[in-house]
């Protein structure tokens, strides 16, 4: 009798190409590059600098500054004051969770942090955020 040549569950080996070490870095590491950036920045306009406040970047999330136009009054207003829930744009469209929880990637993209920093910041508060604002600011979402 013939031996049947048995198809065998190892028929094809896949390669498999992943990243190894020293690929891509990863998002708590790329965020914490970020925050000990505006840290620096924090420090030397302000030696006495302590670190970043969980309840500080709370309160300036939430705070109505009043120089703003009247539908962007304050950064909940597009984020809503739950930053684990869904935000919207002015023209309707869904804003991912900005709790680091919820949204992984929040704040691990430099050029993308500053770039809306510098619109919404202008936008809420008329002006643009210091180091401390931002790195309270994310402190506080990733806090969540
Ligand atoms: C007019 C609506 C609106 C307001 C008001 C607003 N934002 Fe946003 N924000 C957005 C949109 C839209 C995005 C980009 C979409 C996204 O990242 O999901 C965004 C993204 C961001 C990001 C980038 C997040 C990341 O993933 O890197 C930061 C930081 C941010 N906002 C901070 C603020 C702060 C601080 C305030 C208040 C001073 C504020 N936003 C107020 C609409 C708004």
Known sequence: ?????RATAIAVIFTMVTAGPGG???????????????????K??????HGFSAAAGQAFF?????VSQPETPSCSACH????LNAGRTRAGKDIAPMAVSRTPNRFTDFTKVERWFTRNCRTVYGRLC???EKGNFITFMESL
Do not use: E, N, V
């Open 44 to 49: 030397q306009s302000d030696p006495g600098f």
């Open 130 to 132: 210091t180091p401390q």
């Open 80 to 83: 809503t004051t739950s930053p």
């Open 62 to 66: 939430l705070a109505h500054p009043g």
């Open 24 to 42: 891509a870095q990863s998002l708590p590491s790329a965020r914490k590059a970020i925050l000990d950036g505006y840290a620096a920045a924090a």
């Open 1 to 5: 009798m013939i031996s049947c040549s």
